[in-house]
Protein backbone atom coordinates (compact mmCIF):
# COMPACT_ATOMS: atom_id res chain seq x y z
CA UNK A 1 0.00 0.00 0.00
CA UNK A 2 1.73 3.35 -0.77
CA UNK A 3 0.70 6.12 0.91
CA UNK A 4 0.28 9.09 0.24
CA UNK A 5 -0.22 10.97 3.49
CA UNK A 6 2.22 14.16 3.87
CA UNK A 7 3.98 13.34 7.17
CA UNK A 8 3.35 16.20 9.67
CA UNK A 9 6.75 16.75 10.88
CA UNK A 10 10.18 15.60 9.20
CA UNK A 11 11.28 14.12 13.05
CA UNK A 12 9.03 12.13 13.39
CA UNK A 13 8.70 10.67 9.90
CA UNK A 14 10.21 7.55 10.41
CA UNK A 15 8.52 6.64 13.83
CA UNK A 16 5.02 7.84 12.02
CA UNK A 17 5.75 5.40 9.12
CA UNK A 18 6.95 2.13 10.83
CA UNK A 19 3.48 2.63 13.22
CA UNK A 20 1.33 2.26 10.46
CA UNK A 21 2.62 -0.14 8.73
CA UNK A 22 2.28 -2.46 11.70
CA UNK A 23 -0.63 -1.65 12.26
CA UNK A 24 -2.06 -2.16 8.57
CA UNK A 25 -0.34 -5.90 8.74
CA UNK A 26 -2.32 -5.93 12.46
CA UNK A 27 -5.59 -5.11 11.46
CA UNK A 28 -5.74 -7.21 8.13
CA UNK A 29 -7.20 -6.98 5.25
CA UNK A 30 -10.91 -6.91 6.65
CA UNK A 31 -10.57 -4.06 8.62
CA UNK A 32 -8.86 -2.33 6.04
CA UNK A 33 -11.75 -2.83 3.99
CA UNK A 34 -14.66 -1.71 6.36
CA UNK A 35 -12.37 1.61 7.24
CA UNK A 36 -12.27 2.21 3.59
CA UNK A 37 -16.15 1.32 3.50
CA UNK A 38 -16.47 3.56 6.87
CA UNK A 39 -14.80 6.59 5.20
CA UNK A 40 -16.90 6.42 1.89
CA UNK A 41 -19.94 6.29 3.54
CA UNK A 42 -19.33 9.67 5.38
CA UNK A 43 -18.49 11.02 2.18
CA UNK A 44 -21.47 9.85 1.04
CA UNK A 45 -23.66 11.66 3.65
CA UNK A 46 -21.13 14.90 3.60
CA UNK A 47 -21.69 15.20 -0.19
CA UNK A 48 -25.13 13.76 -1.19
CA UNK A 49 -27.19 17.09 0.62
CA UNK A 50 -24.57 19.16 -1.09
CA UNK A 51 -24.41 17.81 -4.79
CA UNK A 52 -28.29 17.52 -4.88
CA UNK A 53 -29.05 20.69 -3.78
CA UNK A 54 -26.39 22.14 -7.04
CA UNK A 55 -28.30 19.85 -9.03
CA UNK A 56 -31.53 21.40 -8.23
CA UNK A 57 -29.82 24.85 -8.39
CA UNK A 58 -29.41 24.46 -12.32
CA UNK A 59 -32.66 22.96 -13.25
CA UNK A 60 -35.56 25.07 -14.36
CA UNK A 61 -38.56 25.70 -12.98
CA UNK A 62 -40.62 23.07 -15.14
CA UNK A 63 -37.88 20.62 -14.78
CA UNK A 64 -37.62 20.65 -11.49
CA UNK A 65 -41.21 20.02 -10.96
CA UNK A 66 -40.81 16.64 -13.62
CA UNK A 67 -37.43 15.67 -12.47
CA UNK A 68 -36.55 13.69 -8.80
CA UNK A 69 -33.85 14.96 -6.66
CA UNK A 70 -31.09 12.46 -7.97
CA UNK A 71 -31.35 13.35 -11.48
CA UNK A 72 -28.87 15.84 -12.79
CA UNK A 73 -30.42 18.59 -14.84
CA UNK A 74 -30.22 18.68 -18.38
CA UNK A 75 -27.89 21.48 -18.50
CA UNK A 76 -24.99 22.14 -16.18
CA UNK A 77 -24.74 25.88 -17.82
CA UNK A 78 -28.34 27.24 -16.56
CA UNK A 79 -27.41 29.62 -14.47
CA UNK A 80 -31.25 31.65 -14.57
CA UNK A 81 -31.67 30.79 -11.14
CA UNK A 82 -28.24 32.26 -9.74
CA UNK A 83 -29.42 34.91 -11.80
CA UNK A 84 -32.40 35.47 -10.07
CA UNK A 85 -31.59 34.74 -6.39
CA UNK A 86 -28.18 37.12 -7.31
CA UNK A 87 -30.71 40.08 -8.18
CA UNK A 88 -34.11 39.84 -6.64
CA UNK A 89 -32.85 37.68 -3.64
CA UNK A 90 -30.75 41.14 -2.01
CA UNK A 91 -27.75 39.13 -2.15
CA UNK A 92 -25.83 41.93 -3.70
CA UNK A 93 -26.73 43.87 -0.72
CA UNK A 94 -25.87 40.68 1.49
CA UNK A 95 -22.62 40.37 -0.07
CA UNK A 96 -21.70 44.07 0.38
CA UNK A 97 -22.84 44.56 3.71
CA UNK A 98 -20.83 41.12 4.88
CA UNK A 99 -17.97 42.59 3.44
CA UNK A 100 -18.30 46.02 5.39
CA UNK A 101 -19.15 44.41 8.91
CA UNK A 102 -16.03 41.63 8.36
CA UNK A 103 -13.53 43.92 7.26
CA UNK A 104 -14.56 46.41 10.24
CA UNK A 105 -14.73 44.23 13.03
CA UNK A 106 -11.60 42.35 11.94
CA UNK A 107 -9.52 45.97 11.69
CA UNK A 108 -11.48 46.41 15.02
CA UNK A 109 -11.06 43.23 16.80
CA UNK A 110 -7.40 42.49 16.06
CA UNK A 111 -6.52 46.29 17.40
CA UNK A 112 -9.02 45.40 20.46
CA UNK A 113 -6.99 41.73 20.71
CA UNK A 114 -3.45 43.03 20.12
CA UNK A 115 -3.72 46.12 23.03
CA UNK A 116 -5.39 43.99 25.68
CA UNK A 117 -2.95 41.13 25.01
CA UNK A 118 0.10 44.02 25.17
CA UNK A 119 -1.07 45.30 28.44
CA UNK A 120 -2.00 41.93 29.66
CA UNK A 121 1.46 40.23 29.18
CA UNK A 122 4.33 42.66 29.32
CA UNK A 123 2.48 45.08 32.23
CA UNK A 124 2.72 44.38 35.87
CA UNK A 125 0.30 45.88 37.05
CA UNK A 126 -2.42 45.96 39.70
CA UNK A 127 -5.31 44.16 38.98
CA UNK A 128 -4.08 42.80 35.97
CA UNK A 129 -5.14 38.98 37.53
CA UNK A 130 -8.66 40.40 37.76
CA UNK A 131 -8.80 41.80 34.36
CA UNK A 132 -7.92 38.17 33.18
CA UNK A 133 -10.33 36.94 34.93
CA UNK A 134 -12.94 39.01 34.02
CA UNK A 135 -12.16 38.25 30.16
CA UNK A 136 -11.86 34.35 31.48
CA UNK A 137 -15.54 34.21 32.69
CA UNK A 138 -16.38 35.90 29.98
CA UNK A 139 -15.73 33.09 27.74
CA UNK A 140 -17.97 31.21 29.54
CA UNK A 141 -20.96 33.55 29.04
CA UNK A 142 -23.28 32.46 25.94
CA UNK A 143 -23.82 35.32 24.02
CA UNK A 144 -27.27 34.00 22.59
CA UNK A 145 -28.76 34.32 26.11
CA UNK A 146 -27.45 37.78 26.88
CA UNK A 147 -28.90 39.00 23.89
CA UNK A 148 -32.69 39.68 25.75
CA UNK A 149 -30.49 42.43 27.78
CA UNK A 150 -27.96 43.52 25.11
CA UNK A 151 -30.57 44.44 22.86
CA UNK A 152 -31.49 47.37 25.37
CA UNK A 153 -27.58 48.71 25.10
CA UNK A 154 -27.85 48.26 21.37
CA UNK A 155 -31.27 49.76 21.49
CA UNK A 156 -29.86 52.72 24.26
CA UNK A 157 -26.63 53.71 21.99
CA UNK A 158 -28.90 54.35 18.96
CA UNK A 159 -27.56 51.36 17.11
CA UNK A 160 -30.61 49.35 16.41
CA UNK A 161 -30.82 48.93 12.40
CA UNK A 162 -27.46 50.20 11.74
CA UNK A 163 -24.13 48.40 10.50
CA UNK A 164 -22.74 49.74 13.66
CA UNK A 165 -24.53 46.99 15.89
CA UNK A 166 -23.44 43.78 14.38
CA UNK A 167 -19.51 45.58 14.29
CA UNK A 168 -19.44 46.69 17.95
CA UNK A 169 -21.04 43.39 18.86
CA UNK A 170 -18.31 41.63 17.04
CA UNK A 171 -15.88 43.39 18.27
CA UNK A 172 -16.50 43.99 22.09
CA UNK A 173 -17.06 40.18 22.43
CA UNK A 174 -14.67 38.37 21.03
CA UNK A 175 -12.19 36.94 23.85
CA UNK A 176 -10.96 34.11 21.90
CA UNK A 177 -8.89 36.29 19.49
CA UNK A 178 -7.41 38.45 23.03
CA UNK A 179 -6.53 34.81 24.08
CA UNK A 180 -4.86 33.84 20.66
CA UNK A 181 -3.01 36.97 20.95
CA UNK A 182 -1.82 36.26 24.60
CA UNK A 183 -0.46 32.73 23.49
CA UNK A 184 1.24 34.00 20.89
CA UNK A 185 2.61 37.10 23.01
CA UNK A 186 4.18 35.13 25.14
CA UNK A 187 6.04 33.47 22.82
CA UNK A 188 7.94 36.80 22.16
CA UNK A 189 10.94 37.29 24.22
CA UNK A 190 10.93 40.11 26.65
CA UNK A 191 14.13 41.84 25.42
CA UNK A 192 12.93 42.79 22.71
CA UNK A 193 10.97 45.36 24.26
CA UNK A 194 13.98 45.92 26.28
CA UNK A 195 16.03 46.83 23.48
CA UNK A 196 13.55 48.65 21.95
CA UNK A 197 13.11 50.73 25.33
CA UNK A 198 17.23 51.40 25.52
CA UNK A 199 16.84 52.67 22.42
CA UNK A 200 14.22 55.27 23.77
CA UNK A 201 10.89 53.89 22.06
CA UNK A 202 7.83 54.25 24.16
CA UNK A 203 5.41 51.94 24.86
CA UNK A 204 3.09 53.10 21.80
CA UNK A 205 5.74 52.49 19.88
CA UNK A 206 7.01 49.32 20.75
CA UNK A 207 3.48 47.75 20.35
CA UNK A 208 3.07 48.98 17.20
CA UNK A 209 6.64 48.86 15.98
CA UNK A 210 7.94 45.87 17.45
CA UNK A 211 5.01 43.77 18.91
CA UNK A 212 2.37 44.07 16.29
CA UNK A 213 4.77 43.19 13.10
CA UNK A 214 5.74 40.12 15.16
CA UNK A 215 2.25 38.99 15.58
CA UNK A 216 1.20 38.38 12.36
CA UNK A 217 1.00 35.37 12.36
CA UNK A 218 -1.55 35.30 15.16
CA UNK A 219 -3.19 38.23 13.24
CA UNK A 220 -3.56 35.85 10.38
CA UNK A 221 -5.07 33.19 12.62
CA UNK A 222 -7.78 35.70 13.88
CA UNK A 223 -8.60 36.57 10.93
CA UNK A 224 -9.38 33.33 9.88
CA UNK A 225 -11.38 32.09 12.56
CA UNK A 226 -12.91 35.44 13.11
CA UNK A 227 -13.51 35.70 9.59
CA UNK A 228 -15.49 32.45 9.29
CA UNK A 229 -17.24 33.38 12.36
CA UNK A 230 -18.45 36.52 11.00
CA UNK A 231 -19.15 35.41 7.13
CA UNK A 232 -21.48 32.77 9.05
CA UNK A 233 -23.38 34.97 11.54
CA UNK A 234 -27.29 34.85 11.30
CA UNK A 235 -28.71 35.74 14.79
CA UNK A 236 -26.90 39.27 15.43
CA UNK A 237 -27.70 40.65 11.73
CA UNK A 238 -31.05 39.22 12.27
CA UNK A 239 -32.14 40.79 15.36
CA UNK A 240 -30.66 43.69 14.95
CA UNK A 241 -30.69 45.03 11.49
CA UNK A 242 -34.03 44.00 10.32
CA UNK A 243 -34.24 46.34 7.62
CA UNK A 244 -35.07 45.06 4.11
CA UNK A 245 -31.49 47.00 2.77
CA UNK A 246 -29.53 45.82 5.70
CA UNK A 247 -29.82 42.57 5.44
CA UNK A 248 -26.16 40.52 5.57
CA UNK A 249 -25.89 37.50 3.32
CA UNK A 250 -27.09 34.97 5.86
CA UNK A 251 -30.22 37.07 6.73
CA UNK A 252 -30.73 37.38 2.63
CA UNK A 253 -30.95 34.13 2.44
CA UNK A 254 -33.20 33.42 5.27
CA UNK A 255 -35.58 35.79 3.58
CA UNK A 256 -35.35 33.30 1.00
CA UNK A 257 -38.16 31.15 2.49
CA UNK A 258 -40.73 33.77 1.87
CA UNK A 259 -40.66 35.23 -1.46
CA UNK A 260 -39.02 32.25 -3.15
CA UNK A 261 -40.47 29.38 -0.73
CA UNK A 262 -41.86 27.29 -3.13
CA UNK A 263 -38.94 27.65 -5.57
CA UNK A 264 -36.37 25.54 -4.30
CA UNK A 265 -34.85 25.32 -7.69
CA UNK A 266 -33.80 29.48 -6.54
CA UNK A 267 -33.87 28.68 -2.95
CA UNK A 268 -30.62 25.96 -4.33
CA UNK A 269 -29.41 28.51 -6.44
CA UNK A 270 -29.24 31.03 -3.26
CA UNK A 271 -27.62 28.44 -1.44
CA UNK A 272 -24.81 27.84 -3.31
CA UNK A 273 -24.09 31.61 -4.01
CA UNK A 274 -23.30 31.52 -0.16
CA UNK A 275 -21.47 27.90 -0.36
CA UNK A 276 -19.18 29.25 -2.56
CA UNK A 277 -16.87 31.21 -1.32
CA UNK A 278 -16.62 29.20 1.92
CA UNK A 279 -15.42 26.50 -0.68
CA UNK A 280 -12.80 28.45 -1.96
CA UNK A 281 -11.97 30.27 1.37
CA UNK A 282 -10.72 25.82 2.15
CA UNK A 283 -9.31 24.76 -0.63
CA UNK A 284 -6.56 27.78 -0.71
CA UNK A 285 -6.36 28.21 3.37
CA UNK A 286 -6.85 24.77 4.39
CA UNK A 287 -3.75 24.30 6.42
CA UNK A 288 -4.25 27.39 7.89
CA UNK A 289 -7.85 26.71 8.91
CA UNK A 290 -7.17 23.45 10.84
CA UNK A 291 -4.45 25.19 13.22
CA UNK A 292 -6.38 28.14 13.66
CA UNK A 293 -9.08 26.23 14.39
CA UNK A 294 -7.16 23.55 16.72
CA UNK A 295 -5.65 27.09 18.50
CA UNK A 296 -9.15 28.91 18.55
CA UNK A 297 -11.65 26.79 19.74
CA UNK A 298 -9.86 25.21 22.73
CA UNK A 299 -9.45 28.53 23.90
CA UNK B 1 8.53 69.65 43.64
CA UNK B 2 7.26 69.49 46.93
CA UNK B 3 3.49 68.81 45.87
CA UNK B 4 4.67 66.17 43.48
CA UNK B 5 6.78 64.79 45.86
CA UNK B 6 3.71 64.68 48.12
CA UNK B 7 1.68 63.01 45.63
CA UNK B 8 3.88 60.53 44.65
CA UNK B 9 3.96 59.58 48.55
CA UNK B 10 0.70 56.39 48.12
CA UNK B 11 3.05 54.86 45.99
CA UNK B 12 3.26 51.02 47.37
CA UNK B 13 7.38 51.35 46.78
CA UNK B 14 7.91 54.96 48.26
CA UNK B 15 11.88 55.14 47.30
CA UNK B 16 13.17 58.28 49.53
CA UNK B 17 15.47 59.40 46.60
CA UNK B 18 12.43 59.66 44.02
CA UNK B 19 12.91 63.01 42.71
CA UNK B 20 10.15 64.71 41.25
CA UNK B 21 10.83 64.05 37.04
CA UNK B 22 11.28 60.25 38.37
CA UNK B 23 7.72 60.35 39.73
CA UNK B 24 6.11 61.95 37.10
CA UNK B 25 7.71 59.42 34.87
CA UNK B 26 6.83 56.57 37.25
CA UNK B 27 3.36 57.53 37.19
CA UNK B 28 2.71 57.80 33.60
CA UNK B 29 4.26 54.46 33.41
CA UNK B 30 1.93 52.66 35.64
CA UNK B 31 -1.11 54.60 33.88
CA UNK B 32 0.18 52.83 30.20
CA UNK B 33 -1.30 49.53 30.45
CA UNK B 34 -4.70 51.02 31.82
CA UNK B 35 -4.46 52.94 28.74
CA UNK B 36 -4.27 50.16 26.00
CA UNK B 37 -6.82 48.45 28.26
CA UNK B 38 -9.28 51.57 28.13
CA UNK B 39 -11.11 50.37 24.85
CA UNK B 40 -11.14 46.51 25.36
CA UNK B 41 -12.70 46.46 28.60
CA UNK B 42 -15.05 49.47 28.15
CA UNK B 43 -16.45 46.66 25.82
CA UNK B 44 -15.94 43.81 27.71
CA UNK B 45 -18.34 45.77 30.44
CA UNK B 46 -20.82 47.31 28.13
CA UNK B 47 -21.58 44.34 25.80
CA UNK B 48 -21.00 41.30 28.69
CA UNK B 49 -20.81 42.29 32.20
CA UNK B 50 -23.43 45.07 31.53
CA UNK B 51 -25.80 43.09 30.13
CA UNK B 52 -25.61 40.02 32.43
CA UNK B 53 -25.94 42.21 35.15
CA UNK B 54 -29.11 43.44 33.32
CA UNK B 55 -30.63 40.07 33.48
CA UNK B 56 -30.17 39.35 36.60
CA UNK B 57 -32.14 42.77 37.34
CA UNK B 58 -34.98 42.25 34.67
CA UNK B 59 -35.71 38.88 35.43
CA UNK B 60 -37.06 39.70 39.21
CA UNK B 61 -39.25 41.95 37.50
CA UNK B 62 -42.17 42.08 35.16
CA UNK B 63 -40.72 44.66 32.77
CA UNK B 64 -41.92 44.17 29.10
CA UNK B 65 -39.00 45.92 27.52
CA UNK B 66 -40.64 49.31 26.74
CA UNK B 67 -42.53 50.28 29.80
CA UNK B 68 -40.42 53.23 31.75
CA UNK B 69 -41.14 51.55 34.93
CA UNK B 70 -40.16 47.62 36.14
CA UNK B 71 -42.04 46.67 38.81
CA UNK B 72 -40.45 43.72 41.20
CA UNK B 73 -41.97 41.30 41.32
CA UNK B 74 -39.80 38.77 43.13
CA UNK B 75 -39.00 35.28 42.41
CA UNK B 76 -42.48 34.66 40.44
CA UNK B 77 -40.59 34.23 37.12
CA UNK B 78 -38.41 31.58 38.23
CA UNK B 79 -40.97 30.03 39.98
CA UNK B 80 -43.22 30.32 36.33
CA UNK B 81 -40.16 28.51 34.74
CA UNK B 82 -39.94 25.69 37.30
CA UNK B 83 -43.94 25.03 37.50
CA UNK B 84 -45.01 25.89 34.24
CA UNK B 85 -45.01 22.89 31.53
CA UNK B 86 -45.02 24.25 28.43
CA UNK B 87 -41.87 26.28 29.66
CA UNK B 88 -39.71 23.35 31.34
CA UNK B 89 -40.73 20.95 28.75
CA UNK B 90 -38.89 22.26 25.93
CA UNK B 91 -35.34 21.75 28.17
CA UNK B 92 -36.81 18.42 27.13
CA UNK B 93 -35.74 18.99 23.76
CA UNK B 94 -31.99 18.94 24.33
CA UNK B 95 -31.99 15.56 25.17
CA UNK B 96 -32.06 14.72 21.51
CA UNK B 97 -29.22 17.00 20.66
CA UNK B 98 -27.59 15.58 24.21
CA UNK B 99 -27.49 12.26 22.67
CA UNK B 100 -26.46 13.39 18.51
CA UNK B 101 -23.44 14.86 20.38
CA UNK B 102 -22.30 12.16 22.18
CA UNK B 103 -23.12 9.95 18.64
CA UNK B 104 -21.07 13.40 17.09
CA UNK B 105 -18.08 12.67 19.70
CA UNK B 106 -17.84 9.62 18.71
CA UNK B 107 -17.94 9.37 15.16
CA UNK B 108 -15.80 12.22 15.72
CA UNK B 109 -12.76 9.64 17.76
CA UNK B 110 -13.67 6.61 14.98
CA UNK B 111 -12.85 9.60 11.87
CA UNK B 112 -9.92 10.89 14.02
CA UNK B 113 -8.08 7.89 14.76
CA UNK B 114 -8.30 5.66 11.79
CA UNK B 115 -7.06 8.84 9.42
CA UNK B 116 -4.30 9.13 12.21
CA UNK B 117 -3.30 5.67 10.52
CA UNK B 118 -1.81 5.58 7.00
CA UNK B 119 -4.80 5.92 4.49
CA UNK B 120 -5.34 6.62 0.81
CA UNK B 121 -6.42 9.92 -0.07
CA UNK B 122 -5.53 10.85 3.53
CA UNK B 123 -6.51 14.73 3.02
CA UNK B 124 -9.05 14.26 0.90
CA UNK B 125 -11.05 12.30 3.22
CA UNK B 126 -10.03 14.70 6.08
CA UNK B 127 -10.89 17.95 4.20
CA UNK B 128 -14.43 16.11 3.43
CA UNK B 129 -15.38 15.56 6.52
CA UNK B 130 -14.64 18.49 8.24
CA UNK B 131 -16.17 20.79 5.18
CA UNK B 132 -19.28 20.93 6.73
CA UNK B 133 -18.10 22.75 9.79
CA UNK B 134 -17.36 25.79 7.70
CA UNK B 135 -20.63 26.49 5.99
CA UNK B 136 -23.15 29.38 6.73
CA UNK B 137 -25.62 27.82 9.46
CA UNK B 138 -28.57 29.41 6.95
CA UNK B 139 -27.18 27.46 3.73
CA UNK B 140 -26.89 24.46 6.06
CA UNK B 141 -30.65 25.12 7.14
CA UNK B 142 -32.26 25.59 4.08
CA UNK B 143 -29.81 22.44 2.36
CA UNK B 144 -31.34 20.33 4.96
CA UNK B 145 -35.07 21.49 3.92
CA UNK B 146 -34.27 20.02 1.28
CA UNK B 147 -33.35 17.34 1.62
CA UNK B 148 -35.79 16.37 4.42
CA UNK B 149 -38.42 18.24 2.69
CA UNK B 150 -41.81 16.02 0.88
CA UNK B 151 -40.12 14.28 -2.26
CA UNK B 152 -37.00 15.46 -1.43
CA UNK B 153 -33.82 14.14 -1.17
CA UNK B 154 -34.38 11.43 1.49
CA UNK B 155 -37.98 10.18 0.52
CA UNK B 156 -35.65 9.55 -2.97
CA UNK B 157 -33.19 8.02 -1.32
CA UNK B 158 -35.33 5.54 0.95
CA UNK B 159 -37.31 5.10 -2.21
CA UNK B 160 -34.04 3.64 -3.99
CA UNK B 161 -34.46 0.83 -1.20
CA UNK B 162 -38.17 0.57 -1.53
CA UNK B 163 -39.70 3.01 0.96
CA UNK B 164 -42.24 4.52 -1.37
CA UNK B 165 -44.46 5.68 1.92
CA UNK B 166 -41.89 7.79 3.60
CA UNK B 167 -42.94 9.94 7.06
CA UNK B 168 -42.99 13.81 6.98
CA UNK B 169 -39.44 13.92 8.21
CA UNK B 170 -39.83 17.81 9.73
CA UNK B 171 -44.05 17.71 9.68
CA UNK B 172 -44.26 15.06 11.98
CA UNK B 173 -42.99 15.70 16.08
CA UNK B 174 -42.23 12.05 16.82
CA UNK B 175 -39.47 12.43 13.84
CA UNK B 176 -38.87 16.11 13.72
CA UNK B 177 -36.12 16.15 16.43
CA UNK B 178 -34.14 13.60 15.14
CA UNK B 179 -33.87 14.98 11.76
CA UNK B 180 -32.90 18.15 13.76
CA UNK B 181 -30.40 16.52 15.93
CA UNK B 182 -28.82 14.69 12.71
CA UNK B 183 -28.46 17.75 11.02
CA UNK B 184 -26.84 19.30 13.87
CA UNK B 185 -24.31 16.44 13.74
CA UNK B 186 -23.50 16.93 10.09
CA UNK B 187 -22.65 20.22 11.05
CA UNK B 188 -20.35 20.10 14.53
CA UNK B 189 -19.05 16.89 13.76
CA UNK B 190 -15.81 18.03 11.33
CA UNK B 191 -14.85 20.57 14.29
CA UNK B 192 -14.02 18.06 17.34
CA UNK B 193 -12.46 15.09 13.88
CA UNK B 194 -10.45 18.21 13.05
CA UNK B 195 -9.21 18.99 16.88
CA UNK B 196 -8.96 14.70 18.16
CA UNK B 197 -7.27 14.40 14.91
CA UNK B 198 -4.50 17.57 15.73
CA UNK B 199 -4.21 15.53 19.48
CA UNK B 200 -3.45 12.42 18.16
CA UNK B 201 -0.50 13.49 15.99
CA UNK B 202 0.86 15.59 18.73
CA UNK B 203 1.32 11.96 20.16
CA UNK B 204 5.32 11.25 20.72
CA UNK B 205 6.11 8.76 17.78
CA UNK B 206 7.90 7.12 20.27
CA UNK B 207 5.37 5.64 22.26
CA UNK B 208 4.12 3.93 18.87
CA UNK B 209 7.30 2.05 18.71
CA UNK B 210 7.83 1.20 22.29
CA UNK B 211 3.91 -0.57 22.15
CA UNK B 212 5.53 -1.95 18.78
CA UNK B 213 8.25 -3.73 20.13
CA UNK B 214 6.12 -5.17 22.50
CA UNK B 215 3.88 -6.26 20.14
CA UNK B 216 0.76 -4.09 21.07
CA UNK B 217 -2.37 -4.41 18.64
CA UNK B 218 -4.24 -1.92 17.02
CA UNK B 219 -6.88 -1.97 20.14
CA UNK B 220 -4.17 -1.72 22.79
CA UNK B 221 -2.50 1.17 20.92
CA UNK B 222 -5.51 3.22 20.99
CA UNK B 223 -6.66 2.13 24.26
CA UNK B 224 -3.34 2.77 25.89
CA UNK B 225 -1.83 5.28 23.80
CA UNK B 226 -3.69 7.48 21.88
CA UNK B 227 -7.14 7.84 24.29
CA UNK B 228 -5.22 8.76 27.36
CA UNK B 229 -3.07 11.42 25.03
CA UNK B 230 -6.38 13.05 24.40
CA UNK B 231 -8.35 12.52 27.41
CA UNK B 232 -8.04 16.77 27.51
CA UNK B 233 -9.45 17.28 24.52
CA UNK B 234 -12.28 14.76 24.81
CA UNK B 235 -13.28 16.01 28.09
CA UNK B 236 -13.41 19.69 26.92
CA UNK B 237 -14.93 18.46 23.57
CA UNK B 238 -18.19 16.63 26.32
CA UNK B 239 -18.52 19.77 27.83
CA UNK B 240 -18.75 21.88 25.06
CA UNK B 241 -21.47 19.78 23.42
CA UNK B 242 -23.03 19.71 26.90
CA UNK B 243 -23.42 23.25 26.43
CA UNK B 244 -24.02 23.13 23.04
CA UNK B 245 -27.12 20.89 23.26
CA UNK B 246 -28.88 22.83 25.89
CA UNK B 247 -28.35 26.16 24.27
CA UNK B 248 -29.30 25.22 20.63
CA UNK B 249 -30.84 27.46 18.85
CA UNK B 250 -29.65 28.09 14.58
CA UNK B 251 -30.53 24.76 13.34
CA UNK B 252 -33.99 24.46 14.52
CA UNK B 253 -35.02 28.49 14.20
CA UNK B 254 -34.11 28.28 10.38
CA UNK B 255 -35.26 24.82 9.55
CA UNK B 256 -39.12 24.83 11.49
CA UNK B 257 -38.84 28.11 13.48
CA UNK B 258 -39.55 25.71 16.22
CA UNK B 259 -42.93 24.33 15.29
CA UNK B 260 -43.54 20.39 15.55
CA UNK B 261 -42.44 20.47 19.44
CA UNK B 262 -38.81 21.19 17.92
CA UNK B 263 -38.53 24.18 20.25
CA UNK B 264 -35.88 24.59 22.33
CA UNK B 265 -35.00 26.74 25.53
CA UNK B 266 -33.35 29.32 23.83
CA UNK B 267 -35.70 29.68 21.05
CA UNK B 268 -38.74 29.90 23.92
CA UNK B 269 -36.35 32.79 25.10
CA UNK B 270 -35.83 34.62 22.35
CA UNK B 271 -39.70 34.23 21.27
CA UNK B 272 -40.57 35.19 25.04
CA UNK B 273 -38.65 38.22 24.88
CA UNK B 274 -39.13 39.67 21.23
CA UNK B 275 -42.26 38.42 20.30
CA UNK B 276 -44.49 38.51 23.48
CA UNK B 277 -42.47 41.45 24.98
CA UNK B 278 -41.87 39.52 28.23
CA UNK B 279 -38.93 40.40 28.91
CA UNK B 280 -38.67 39.71 32.75
CA UNK B 281 -39.68 36.12 32.37
CA UNK B 282 -37.09 35.93 29.40
CA UNK B 283 -34.21 37.15 31.14
CA UNK B 284 -35.21 34.86 34.06
CA UNK B 285 -34.78 31.94 31.84
CA UNK B 286 -31.52 33.27 30.28
CA UNK B 287 -30.73 33.69 33.96
CA UNK B 288 -31.45 29.96 34.47
CA UNK B 289 -29.63 28.64 31.17
CA UNK B 290 -26.75 30.98 31.77
CA UNK B 291 -26.49 29.19 35.60
CA UNK B 292 -26.92 25.43 33.80
CA UNK B 293 -23.56 26.73 31.63
CA UNK B 294 -21.60 27.96 34.30
CA UNK B 295 -22.10 24.93 36.25
CA UNK B 296 -21.58 22.81 34.00
CA UNK B 297 -17.86 24.75 33.02
CA UNK B 298 -17.38 24.97 36.60
CA UNK B 299 -17.51 20.80 36.59
CA UNK B 300 -15.22 20.49 33.87
CA UNK B 301 -12.56 22.51 35.90
CA UNK B 302 -12.70 20.55 38.83
CA UNK B 303 -12.93 16.74 36.63
CA UNK B 304 -10.15 18.23 34.30
CA UNK B 305 -7.65 20.37 36.83
CA UNK B 306 -5.02 20.94 34.79
CA UNK B 307 -4.79 22.81 31.22
CA UNK B 308 -6.07 26.37 30.68
CA UNK B 309 -4.22 27.92 33.93
CA UNK B 310 -1.26 28.99 31.53
CA UNK B 311 -2.55 32.32 30.75
CA UNK B 312 -2.33 33.57 34.15
Known sequence: MSSMAPPSGRRIRHGKASFRRSLASAAGPIATALKYASLFVATAVVLIPLMTLLMAAFKTREEYSTTGPLEPPSSWFNFDNFVTAFTRGNMIEGFINTSIILVVSLVGTIIIGTMTAYAVDRFEFRGRRLILGLFLVATLVPAVTTQVATFQIITGLGLFNTRWSAILLFMGTDIIAIYIFLQFMKAIPKSLDEAAMIDGANRLTIYARVIFPLLRPAIATVVIVKGIAVYNEFYIPFLYMPAQDLGVISTSLFRFQGPFGSQWEVVAAGTILVIIPTLVAFLFLQRHIYSGLTSGAVK | ?312
Open chain 2, 1 to 312: MAALRERCRPAPQPSPRVSGSRGTARRSWRATPWLFLLVPLGFLVLFTYVPVTNMVWYSFTSWDGLDQTKDPVGFDNYVKIFTEPEIFSVFLVSIYYLVAALIQLALALYFATILSFRTRFRNLFKGVVFFPYLLNGVAIGLMFLYFFRPDGTLDALVALVGVNDPPHWLGDPSIANYALAMTSVWRFMGLNFVLFLGAIQSIPSELYEAADMDGATAWQKFRYIILPGIKQIVGLSMILAISGALSVFEIPFIMTGGANETSTFVIETINTAFTFSQVGLASAMAVVLLCIVLFISWAQRMIFPEGKSDLV
